[in-house]
C-alpha cells in the first residue's frame, strides 16, 4: 500500500487580523493603569540563548543606546537647529529617545530609567501587569490575551518615534526594519519547570 503524504501549509495571517487596544488611565472603568518595570525585568528570563537572549540583543542594539547617544557630536548639531542646548535635558529630544517620556510619575514602579534608551516597554508596553512568570507563560499559550495584561506585540509602536518628526530622518520599513531589530523565541522552545 502506497502512502501519500498530503503537506498542508497553513498561513495563518492571526497577526494581520489583530488588533491592540491600549487601555488609558483617563478613560472611566478602565483597568488600573500598567506600570513600567525597566529591562531589567525582562532580563532575568530573557537573557538566556535557550529563549532567545532578547535582553542582550537589544542591548547590542542602537535602542538601548538612543539616550547616550544624545551626547553624541550629530545630537549637538540636531539639537542646535532647535535651538536645543542640551539634548538628554530637552523634551524635544527625549520624547523619542527614552521609555516613557511624558508620562505621570505613577506610571513607573520606581522611576524613569533614561539611561535604558527605548527599551522593551517602549514597544512591548509597561510590564508590570504582565512581566510575571505566570501571566507570561499563559499569554505564549494562548490561555491568556496579552493585551489584557498590557502586553503588545508592537508593530503599530513604531511609527511613534519612526516619523518625519525626527531629526535624524527616517521611516521604517515593516517587515525589513523589524528584521533589523529580531529577537525572535527559537521554535521548538519549551519553558523550564519551576
Ligand atoms: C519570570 C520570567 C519572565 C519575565 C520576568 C519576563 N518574561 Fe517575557 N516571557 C517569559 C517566557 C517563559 C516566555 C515564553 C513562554 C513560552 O513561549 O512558553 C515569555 C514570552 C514573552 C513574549 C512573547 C509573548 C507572545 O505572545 O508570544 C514577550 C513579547 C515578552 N515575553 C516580553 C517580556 C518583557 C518586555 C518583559 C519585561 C517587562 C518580560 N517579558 C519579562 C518569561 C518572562
Ligand atoms: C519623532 C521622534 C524623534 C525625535 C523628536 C527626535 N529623534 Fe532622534 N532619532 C529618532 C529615530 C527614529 C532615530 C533613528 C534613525 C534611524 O536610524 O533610522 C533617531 C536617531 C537619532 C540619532 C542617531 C542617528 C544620527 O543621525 O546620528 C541622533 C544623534 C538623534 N536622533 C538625536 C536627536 C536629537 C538631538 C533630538 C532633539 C533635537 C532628536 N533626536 C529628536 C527619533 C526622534
Ligand atoms: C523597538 C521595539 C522593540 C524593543 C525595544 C523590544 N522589542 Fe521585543 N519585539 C518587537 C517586535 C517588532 C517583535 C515581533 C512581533 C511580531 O512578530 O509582530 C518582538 C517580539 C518579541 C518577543 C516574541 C518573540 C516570538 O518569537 O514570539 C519577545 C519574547 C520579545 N520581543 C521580548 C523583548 C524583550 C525582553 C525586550 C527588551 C530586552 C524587547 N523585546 C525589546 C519589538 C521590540
Ligand atoms: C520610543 C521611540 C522608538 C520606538 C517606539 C521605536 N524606535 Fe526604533 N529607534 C528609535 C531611536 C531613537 C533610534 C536611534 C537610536 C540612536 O542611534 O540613538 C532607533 C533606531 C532604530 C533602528 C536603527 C538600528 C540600526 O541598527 O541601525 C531600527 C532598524 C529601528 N529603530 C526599528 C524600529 C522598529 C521596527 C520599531 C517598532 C517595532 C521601532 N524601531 C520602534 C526610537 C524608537
Known amino acids: 500500500m502506497s502512502t501519500h503524504r498530503l503537506v498542508t501549509?497553513?498561513?495563518?495571517?492571526?497577526?494581520?487580523?489583530?488588533t491592540f487596544v491600549l487601555v488609558r488611565a483617563d478613560e472611566p472603568h478602565?483597568?488600573?493603569?500598567?506600570q513600567y518595570v525597566t529591562a531589567t525585568k525582562c532580563k532575568r528570563c530573557h537573557s538566556s540563548s535557550k529563549i532567545g537572549?532578547?535582553?542582550?540583543?537589544?542591548?547590542?542594539?542602537k535602542h538601548a543606546h538612543a539616550f547616550l547617544s544624545l551626547a553624541s557630536d550629530s545630537a549637538k548639531v540636531y539639537g542646535a537647529r532647535k535651538g536645543v542646548e542640551d539634548p538628554q535635558q530637552s523634551p524635544e529630544c527625549l520624547k523619542c529617545h527614552v521609555t516613557g517620556y511624558?508620562?505621570?510619575?505613577?506610571?513607573?514602579?520606581?522611576?524613569?530609567?533614561?539611561s535604558e534608551g527605548v527599551s522593551c516597554e517602549s514597544c512591548h508596553g509597561a510590564g508590570s501587569g504582565?512581566?510575571?512568570?505566570?501571566?507570561?507563560?499563559?499569554?505564549?499559550?494562548?490561555?491568556?490575551?496579552?493585551?489584557?495584561?498590557g502586553l503588545l506585540l508592537?508593530?503599530?509602536?513604531?511609527?511613534?518615534?519612526?516619523?518625519?518628526?525626527?531629526?535624524?530622518?527616517?521611516?521604517?520599513?515593516?517587515?525589513?526594519?523589524?528584521?533589523?531589530?529580531?529577537?525572535?523565541?527559537?521554535?521548538?522552545?519549551?519553558?523550564?519547570?519551576?
Open 9 to 18: 501549509l497553513l498561513f495563518v495571517a492571526s497577526l494581520a487580523g489583530a
Open 30 to 34: 478602565s483597568e488600573p493603569r500598567s
Open 154 to 194: 508592537p508593530k503599530e509602536t513604531c511609527a511613534n518615534c519612526h516619523n518625519e518628526k525626527s531629526p535624524a530622518g527616517t521611516f521604517v520599513d515593516w517587515p525589513a526594519d523589524s528584521a533589523k531589530i529580531a529577537h525572535p523565541i527559537p521554535k521548538g522552545y519549551t519553558p523550564e519547570p519551576d
Open 53 to 61: 537572549a532578547q535582553y542582550k540583543v537589544w542591548l547590542e542594539s
Open 130 to 149: 504582565y512581566w510575571k512568570k505566570s501571566t507570561m507563560a499563559d499569554i505564549a499559550s494562548g490561555k491568556a490575551e496579552g493585551s489584557k495584561f
Open 102 to 114: 511624558g508620562e505621570p510619575a505613577d506610571h513607573f514602579v520606581a522611576a524613569r530609567a533614561d
